[in-house]
């Protein structure tokens, strides 16, 4: 079992959202890393929550095709309105 | 259209211009900018054409969409309200005040639209009710002991036997999953993680409180990396 602080594993995990957004309080976030620290259990799961917040960061960006078929939607339109 | 006012000021730290032609006047950069750009050329006629309504449809175009189809779940009916996002937000460009940033006007203008598009189809689920489906910790209890440790250890995702190889992969199951999430969950997240809009950008957004946001994030959050070990490893996982 780790624990550190009196913070165990599921004390981490239902604080990593708040600690992956930086909302913890000073004291939290010190805890909280320092249970990482020790914890490869937790630091593992910190990574790849990590790796799933940078892969959604990512997906909804520059789609091109989207794009250009809004730029031709809105173009037919303005044209047809005569705008 | 009506007549263009000029806006004044410009968005900090966005300076320059882009030329689109040589023979053509520059078409500037930044997000107002762009917007009484499209104004103006919508009140000669030359709407169709502006230059301007292409960069900011270019620059905006797929988060709109992405915010539509988080609420929406449909495709079809998320690119007709991006379509009249677009209208409604070069209608009334000249009344774009700058009190938020032009980005989070049009997605406050989308999400409205597709909450109006949800009460006509009759789509609407009651807040209270999908709260209610959501288990008071986000994740599943049964990982952890009763003392608190993992009941398995964590496994890297490296170490499995079939784990994601590539970010592309990776990506597009996350946009499979993060479809099939409730629907609350799912406008949360793809508002937050995949647009990069703050916490108060999404309450602002959704008419909800800081702390509801927070909670259906985390869940949403907790259901998508569970999802991704049981496809992983094939079994369910935390």
């Not at chain 2, 379509?83 to 009190?99: D, I, N, P």
Request: charge should be neutral; aromatic fraction near 4%; hydrophobic fraction near 40%.
């Amino acid at each position: 079992m780790k624990r550190t602080k009196d913070l165990s594993c599921r004390g981490v995990v239902a604080l990593l959202d708040d600690y992956l957004d930086g909302q913890l309080t000073p004291s939290q976030r010190t805890v909280v890393g320092a249970h990482l620290d020790a914890c490869t259990d937790c630091a593992t799961y910190l990574k790849r929550a990590r790796i799933i917040l940078a892969a959604l960061s990512s997906s909804a960006s520059d789609d091109e095709q989207i794009a250009d078929g809004q730029v031709q939607r809105l173009r037919e339109a303005l044209a047809n309105a005569g705008g | 259209m009506g007549s263009a006012k000029p806006l004044t000021g410009v968005e900090p730290g966005v300076t320059g211009h882009s030329r689109v032609g040589r023979s053509e006047p520059p078409v500037p950069d930044s997000d107002q900018a762009l917007l009484a750009a499209v104004a103006a050329d919508l009140n000669q006629g030359q709407g169709a054409t502006s230059p301007a309504l292409e960069l900011l449809v270019r620059r905006h175009g797929p988060a709109l969409r992405a915010l539509a189809a988080s609420i929406l779940g449909d495709a079809v009916l998320a690119d007709d309200v991006v379509q009249e996002t677009w209208m409604a937000a070069f209608r009334s460009a000249a009344g774009y005040q700058g009190r938020s940033s032009v980005r989070t006007w049009l997605l406050s203008i989308c999400a409205n639209r597709a909450r109006t598009n949800l009460v006509k189809e009759r789509r609407v689920v009651p807040f209270t009710r999908a709260w209610r489906n959501d288990r008071a910790e986000p994740f599943d209890p049964s990982a952890f002991s009763p003392a608190g440790s993992w009941v398995v250890p964590v496994t890297s995702w490296d170490d499995l036997p079939f784990a994601v190889v590539s970010a592309a992969e990776l990506r597009d199951e996350l946009t499979a999953r993060v479809a099939r999430l409730p629907l609350r969950q799912r406008q949360v997240v793809v508002a937050r993680d995949m647009l990069g809009c703050t916490p108060s950008e999404v309450t602002e957004l959704y008419g909800i409180t800081s702390g509801n946001q927070r909670v259906l994030l985390h869940h949403a959050r907790a259901t998508l990396r569970a999802a991704l070990l049981a496809d992983a490893k094939g079994t369910d996982g935390p």
